[in-house]
RNA sequence: GGCGCCUUGGCGGAGCAGUUACGCAGCGGUCUGCAAAACCGCGUAGGUGGGUGCAACUCCCACAGGUGCCUCCA
């Protein structure tokens, strides 16, 4: 497939480094709150990437991690559960919201089953090693108040700065302010970071034998559990824009530091922002919806994942109800014609079959082609278009729900089941006071439908949706 | 201050130098006891100013507006 790789900022023919299994590793979230929906948008391109590649024939090897220790895990804890000790109530804080986070990647169809999900805290050991590893090639220095990687020293071998372009060299880093920190350089970072007042914190013993207790830094997890859990270096390092610079240009530095390999991850993929009102969605600008706001105006989360489909990844795109509420039309209309299976006896048609095949085909090529959902959208309208009540092919039918659930993960199939033995009865019931011309009979029959979540329209045959 | 990106119809959103994107909403129609759904049809585009081309929404330049990153960030 082709794919843009911010690596080389170009779009690349993509095919996995070794055999036929693709390892790809997603940035997860810190797990102190809901998701924002934004931050949903990035996981959703994710699964997306995944079920592409899949369906191109390769395995998929596709690990996410939960960073469940920093400063807003232990602030937030301790907030929380006041009275326990602070490894206890980091513990305890982060599991509710680990669950939290996967109920809801599973609710907006993420395949949580194909992830292999890994935490900071159980990897501690392992980024100790690493830590230590470049302590002892002097890329890392120690600190009073943590462990910091030398950019300067990473610097005389390697290049630092090649995913985001920023010259390094120039003077004009303006906001860096050093006064907190006890970094022989501003732009340095943490590795390691000692424990204060009531902070949990690991031990951790140096090279020279001291202890330092503490808990690693942001960046090193994701080296580390990737590279654990992939090996080095592996295909396809995905997240959001904003990861670019430092998270991921730290992550290379970390992994590519001395005589390690020198390439991280083949691919970084990178997806633009969900945007509310034209600006960036954040926690700390407070104008960001979890995916509660949504359900609670009874909008699905299917609702969501199709909204952010119907824009391509690398383009920012701008969430408001209005655009939800389109989108959760457009997946009505794809339901209805899902619930046809039920209702139509199966009218056999070669041309129906050759053109939704066709059709398929079409949309796939549309997402190996750096994941066009867009376009994948508009084959897959053009599909629908070709069933009605009195010319449907059920098994072409199928193969066209088949391939939108595997390849966009929107379960048509899922979330459209047949209604209930008395709703049928129901149904008939209603025909036959038609048929009497009872209309008061036949409308009251219709609001007992609605009641229960069945729309009736008739037409030569009555043909039944949910609302 | 540095480095980027974006600007398409009422809304969302693609491709493409010359031929309908697509969706949602709207309008008209078929169907219908009514309604709804479905289907058919219709209209509305390409920030501004230059340039290159037979031809530009599509390439180049300038300007305007917006927005992202420059160690919290998906």
């Given at each position: ?11 690349e ?26 931050n ?67 609710q ?105 207790p ?48 020198a390439?991280?991850?083949n ?17 700390s ?28 990844y ?73 069933f ?5 092919d ?9 391939a ?52 009736i ?11």
């Amino acid at each position: 497939m082709r794919l843009y790789n911010t690596r080389t900022h170009s779009i690349e023919s993509f095919a996995p480094l070794q055999d036929n299994t693709v390892r790809m590793y997603s940035c997860g979230p810190t797990v102190y709150n809901h998701a924002h929906i934004g931050n949903l948008s990035s996981y959703i391109y994710a699964d997306t990437l995944r079920r592409t590649l899949k369906a191109i024939g390769y395995q998929v090897k596709h690990v996410m991690n939960f960073t469940d220790v920093d400063d807003k895990t232990i602030r937030d804890s301790h907030m929380k559960y006041p009275d326990d000790e602070p490894m206890v109530a980091l513990t305890k804080f982060t599991a509710h919201y680990e669950r939290v986070f996967l109920d809801e990647m599973a609710q907006v169809g993420n395949s949580v089953d194909d992830v292999t999900f890994v935490k900071a805290t159980d990897n501690i050991a392992d980024i100790q090693q690493l830590i230590r590893k470049l302590l002892e090639q002097g890329d890392a220095y120690v600190a009073d108040d943590g462990i910091y990687f030398s950019i300067s020293e990473y610097r005389k071998t390697r290049q630092y700065g090649q995913l985001s372009h920023i010259d390094f060299n120039a003077a004009d880093r303006q906001r860096i302010n050093n006064d907190e920190y006890d970094k022989d350089h501003a732009h340095d970072f943490a590795l390691w970071k000692a424990q204060k007042e009531g902070e949990p914190a690991w031990d951790f013993t140096l090279p020279d034998g001291s202890n330092m207790p503490g808990r690693p830094g942001w960046h090193i997890e994701c080296s580390v559990m990737s590279v654990k859990n992939l090996s080095q270096p592996f295909d396809i390092h995905t997240g959001g824009v904003d990861l670019i610079f430092p998270h991921h240009e730290n992550e290379i530095a970390q992994s590519t530091a001395g005589n390690q390999p020198a390439e991280y991850s083949n691919f970084f993929v990178h997806n633009e922002h969900l945007l509310v009102n034209g600006a960036k969605m954040s926690k700390s600008a407070h104008n960001f919806y979890t995916l509660p706001d949504l359900v609670e105006r009874s909008f699905s989360p299917l609702d969501f994942r199709l909204l952010v489909l119907q824009s391509h990844y690398r383009s920012a795109t701008n969430f408001s109800w209005e655009t939800l509420e389109a989108a959760k039309n457009r997946r009505r209309h794809w339901c209805n014609v899902a619930e046809l299976r039920h209702q139509v006896s199966d009218n056999p048609s070669e041309e129906q079959i050759d053109k939704v095949s066709q059709l398929v085909e079409q949309a796939q090529d549309a997402m190996e082609n750096d994941l066009d959902t867009p376009n994948a959208l508009k084959y897959f309208d053009e599909a629908f278009d070709l069933f009605k009540p009195e010319q449907t092919d059920l098994g072409a039918l199928d193969m066209l729900l088949t391939a939108i659930d595997q390849l966009l993960g929107l379960k048509l199939i899922e979330t459209t089941p047949d209604i209930a033995p008395e709703d049928y009865e129901l149904i008939d019931e209603r025909q036959q006071a038609r048929h009497a011309k009872d209309w008061a009979k036949s409308d009251q029959l219709r609001n007992e439908l609605a009641k229960r979540g069945i729309q009736i329209k008739d037409g030569p045959t009555p043909i039944w949706s949910r609302a």
